[in-house]
C-alpha cells in the first residue's frame, strides 16, 4: 500500500513547508515572549533555555523558508497563533504540545523529501528534528513528565 510520502509533489511539499514555516514562527514568538514572561524562582533556568530556543526556531524558519524558495515556492509570512497564559506551566505546555506536532510533521517531511529524491533537504530537516527533539525534552524536563509518545506516521 503506498503511503502518502510515495505520492507528494513538489507543490504539495512547498504548501506543507509553509505550514511547517508559519509554526517555526509560532515558535519563535512563544519563546520570546514565554521566556520574558515566566514568573517564579523555579522557572529561571527554564526561561534562559526558552531564550535560546528562540534563536534555534529562527535558523529553522531560515532553513525552511531556503527550502521552499528552493523549489520555487514563496515562503509564508504569516505565524500561527500563539497561545498565552498567566499560569507557567500552562506555557511550557503550549510548547511542549507545539514541539510534539512539530516533530511528528517533520518527521512526515523527512519521508516526503526522500520520496520526491530531495536527499539533502531531508538532511537539513533531519537537523531541526534533532534540535526540536531537544527541546521537547527540555519542556518535559522543565514539566516534570516524561516526554510524550508521539501519533504514528500518517
Do not use: W
Not at 82 to 102: H, I, P, R, W, Y
Not at 115 to 139: F, N, V
Amino acid at each position: 500500500m503506498p503511503t502518502k510520502s510515495a505520492a507528494i509533489t513538489r507543490e504539495a511539499l512547498v504548501a506543507l513547508l509553509n505550514d511547517d514555516l508559519s509554526r517555526e514562527f509560532q515558535a519563535v514568538i512563544a519563546y520570546v515572549v514565554y521566556s520574558q514572561t515566566l514568573k517564579g524562582a523555579q522557572y529561571m533556568a527554564i526561561a534562559k533555555e526558552l531564550e535560546g530556543h528562540a534563536g534555534q526556531e529562527l535558523q529553522h524558519a531560515l532553513t525552511i523558508a531556503r527550502q521552499i524558495d528552493y523549489l520555487g515556492g514563496a515562503p509564508t509570512t504569516v505565524a500561527r497563533a500563539v497561545k498565552v497564559s498567566a499560569k507557567a506551566e500552562a506555557m511550557l505546555q503550549f510548547d511542549l504540545d507545539n514541539e510534539g506536532e512539530t516533530i511528528t510533521n517533520y518527521r512526515e517531511r523527512v519521508r516526503q523529501c526522500e520520496a520526491l529524491g530531495e536527499y539533502a533537504m531531508a538532511e537539513e530537516i533531519r537537523e531541526i528534528l534533532r534540535t526540536e527533539q531537544e527541546h521537547q525534552i527540555d519542556l518535559a524536563t522543565a514539566l516534570n513528565k516524561n516526554v510524550p509518545a508521539l501519533s504514528a506516521p500518517r
